[in-house]
Structure formats: structure tokens, C-alpha cells
């Protein structure tokens, strides 16, 4: 039987500077991805891969089980990829139940 893999979404968004980014919506919560997905993506290794198909700022995590597959990123997000993987780390040491 094959693993299922399960893309989850994240939009990112102007940070209160307005000069960087940061996650601003998901589905999942920040609590439920710092429980889930944290120590997967403290060790995650990969670099993001820019995909057309995503809209204006989103990041999708493809998961199987209980790690992280890759990460994919939106075309306009291209100049930022070396900022993602961070913003999503920070984002997972969240620990509000809504973002």
C-alpha cells in the first residue's frame, strides 16, 4: 500500500514592518503545526521548489506519514527562497490557536 502524501498550504504575508514576510494564514493552526510538523521541519534539509500552479504567496508542504516529502513555493515567492524554510520554522514555534 502506498503512503499517502498530504499537501498543506501556508499564505505568507507582509511582516509589521511591511519589509519582510511571515505566515499569515494555514490550514493548520500554528499550535497544530507546532505539535505536528516542528522537530520535521528543524531537521528538514531540502531547499524549496517553485511551482506555477500556487497562487500569490502560498508555500504547501508535501507530507507522508510523519515527514516532510518537499516544499514548494509560488513563482512570485522565487526571490524569497532562501527565506521560506525559516519563516516556516518561526512560524512552528508558535503557539496560538489561530493564526
Do not use: C, N, Y
Not at 494564514?25 to 522537530?39: F, I, T, Y
Not at 509560488?74 to 521560506?84: E, G, N, R, T, Y
Amino acid at each position: 500500500m502506498k503512503a499517502q502524501r498530504v499537501a498543506l498550504r501556508f499564505r505568507l504575508g507582509p511582516d509589521s514592518t511591511g519589509h519582510g514576510l511571515l505566515v499569515k494564514a494555514g490550514e493548520l493552526s500554528p499550535r497544530a503545526l507546532k505539535q505536528k510538523w516542528h522537530d520535521s521541519l528543524a531537521s528538514f534539509s531540502g531547499s524549496p521548489s517553485v511551482k506555477p500552479h500556487l497562487s500569490l504567496h502560498e508555500v504547501e508542504i508535501i507530507t507522508t506519514k510523519d515527514r516532510i516529502d518537499t516544499i514548494r513555493i509560488s513563482q512570485d515567492l522565487a526571490q524569497h527562497i532562501d527565506d521560506v524554510l525559516p519563516l516556516l520554522r518561526t512560524a512552528s514555534e508558535r503557539t496560538d490557536g489561530a493564526w
